[in-house]
């Protein structure tokens, strides 16, 4: 193999707007270029410097259930459900069709942010960092936490440190409940009793093997079972407690119904008789419980109230336990915590993120000598993102020209890309998110805990291709529904129905189409001889859809 050799020119420029954003937008590439692609990079890294358009702000602040924390979302959207008669099924479809607003607007919220933000790097890490903590918004309560799962534990630490992101992902309701954390018990413990049975080792495994270690990262069974028994007692705020903490759930509290999809969980309910905390959880908590200066003092550490986490000394285990070769002393909370201390500050977590960052930012097949020295830098700067990221953006690797436009785009990145090009309007986002859904990544419902591929054998497949090219001579021709508002239902443009299905994608909209002319100078020009000689002998009205569909487009 030659040399390798950086990226030069207008190639550059497209390369990092393809690699730290989802695509260019029309006037992108000349963006950059006035101001400098190491600009740009830096710009990017700090995401607060850069201001967002009123527009984007305002259509965000409208989607109310983005605001609303978990326990505020259980009391309007699970409650209802609790308070119909079994035999009314009309209400029983209304309020599960008022639940279904939820992922909807949390899916609204993170095409229109992809698509329009100018924080695009920030975007990229939202999407990154949820898939690499993946929760399943079919999965019963899910379905309602999934969007605030994003909004509190992933977005305010993209690019902070790793310790700090792995705790709000333990702490949130959504992991608690997706991975089954929430009825972790310790056997012989007051609290054991109805679903709180006992050990539950999902989320430790899951934990070592996908968050942190990663598949061969040296840890045993034995480190499974002692870390499920460190973090009992970690779940979900009690009900009718009054904060104090003295009244359990029953068994049905989180039983989800049968074959459970978006909205169709249980009617039994942990905030039944509560009222979230606010902002200021914890002080409310100490300042309602003054009359239990003992409770007070044994506050646990990193509470997080208005999310509905709440540590139950009732079901932990206080024995010490062996970890991955080192004593953890018998405690309360404090053994969880150091816990998780010791997974972020591994030099194997170091490795494993790093691989994953590169994989992602670089080659499916990333280089080790690169991914050896992010690893370095991250355990130099405590698990930084932000500094693990500039010291990838900084390195030979990931300018050398053998990778550019060597990653294949998955459906989400394809479908917002696609968007971004052709500078469109998007009030209806469902016909977006069901091409996403056909495609096989509909947003938040990825089913396993360790979520969507990013490499090109997971999505490259002829009928795959088949569905994109529908989709990029919709778009191309203007006759995809995004410039309309869409109607009520989720499963007519990008969702899971009752059913898990989801209806194809209506593509008799009718929409300005982009400029084929325009549309090739936003991507940069970049096109093999092939493509251009396609593009010359085709009609006007299929020089759009072909570009759309192109090789080149479908590389980034």
């Avoid at 986002?429 to 495609?439: F, I, K, N, S």
Wanted: charged letters at 20%; aromatic letters at 10%; hydrophobic letters at 40%.
């Amino acid at each position: 193999m030659s040399e390798s050799s950086d990226i030069t020119g207008a190639q550059r420029t497209l390369h990092a707007l393809n690699r730290l954003a989802f695509g260019p937008r029309p006037d992108d590439l000349d963006a950059v270029r006035s101001i400098g692609v190491d600009r740009y990079l830096a710009r990017q890294l700090d995401p607060q410097s850069i201001p967002e358009p009123e527009e984007l702000t305002n259509r965000i602040a409208s989607l109310r259930t983005l605001r609303m924390t978990p326990v505020e979302l259980f009391i309007e959207f699970q409650q209802p459900l609790r308070e119909v008669a079994k035999g009314d099924q009309d209400a029983r479809k209304a309020a599960r069709r008022e639940a279904r607003q939820v992922i909807m607007e949390a899916v609204e919220a993170r095409i229109i942010r992809a698509v329009f933000g100018p924080r695009q790097l920030h975007e990229v890490m939202a999407a990154f960092w949820f898939n690499h903590f993946n929760v399943f918004a079919g999965k019963g309560l899910c379905s309602i936490w999934s969007g605030a799962f994003e909004e509190e534990a992933i977005r305010p630490h993209t690019m902070g440190r790793f310790r700090e992101l792995l705790g709000a992902t333990a702490k949130h309701p959504a992991m608690l409940f997706y991975l089954d954390n929430w009825q972790n018990t310790a056997p012989d413990s007051p609290g054991r009793r109805g679903k709180f049975e006992g050990i539950n080792e999902n989320y430790a495994r899951e934990l070592m093997e996908l968050h942190t270690l990663g598949v061969n990262g040296g840890y045993t069974q034995t480190d499974v079972i002692a870390l499920a028994h460190i973090l009992t007692g970690w779940g979900l705020l009690k009900r009718g407690a009054g904060m104090n903490g003295r009244q359990n759930f029953t068994a049905n509290d989180f039983q989800p119904r049968p074959r459970a999809q978006f909205g169709q969980f249980g009617a039994g309910g942990p905030f039944a008789s509560f009222r979230p905390f606010g902002p200021f959880g914890v002080r409310r908590w100490r300042e309602r419980n003054q009359d239990s200066p003992q409770q007070n003092q044994q506050l646990p550490r990193g509470v997080l109230g208005q999310y509905g986490f709440f540590f139950d000394t009732g079901r932990h285990d206080f024995a010490t336990q062996t970890f991955l070769g080192r004593t953890i002393p018998g405690a309360g909370m404090e053994q969880g915590e150091q816990a998780l201390d010791m997974l972020a500050r591994s030099p194997v977590t170091a490795n494993h993120l790093s691989y994953q960052l590169a994989q992602y930012f670089v080659a499916d097949n990333p280089p080790p000598a690169l991914v050896k020295r992010m690893a370095s830098h991250y355990l130099a700067t405590d698990g930084n993102i932000r500094e693990v990221l500039a010291t990838m953006f900084a390195s030979e690797e990931f300018w050398d020209e053998r990778d550019y436009g060597s990653k294949f785009k998955t459906p989400y990145e394809y479908v917002i890309s696609s968007v971004r090009a052709t500078g469109a309007p998007v009030v209806n986002v469902l016909p977006l998110a069901g091409t996403m859904a056909q495609l096989g990544m509909p947003l938040y419902g990825c089913q396993t805990p360790d979520g969507y591929k990013n490499t090109r054998d997971a999505w490259l497949n002829p009928d795959a291709m088949m569905m994109r090219l529908s989709f990029a001579t919709a778009l191309g021709a203007g006759r995809l529904p995004i410039e309309r508002p869409p109607d009520s239902d989720l499963g007519a443009g990008g969702g899971f129905r009752k059913s898990g299905q989801v209806r194809p994608v209506n593509y008799d909209g009718r929409m300005n189409p982009p400029a084929p002319e325009i549309l090739a100078a936003t991507l940069g020009n970049q096109f093999s001889s092939r493509t251009e000689a396609a593009l010359e002998s085709a009609p006007m009205q299929l020089r759009a859809p072909l570009i759309l569909g192109s090789p080149e487009f479908m590389m980034r």
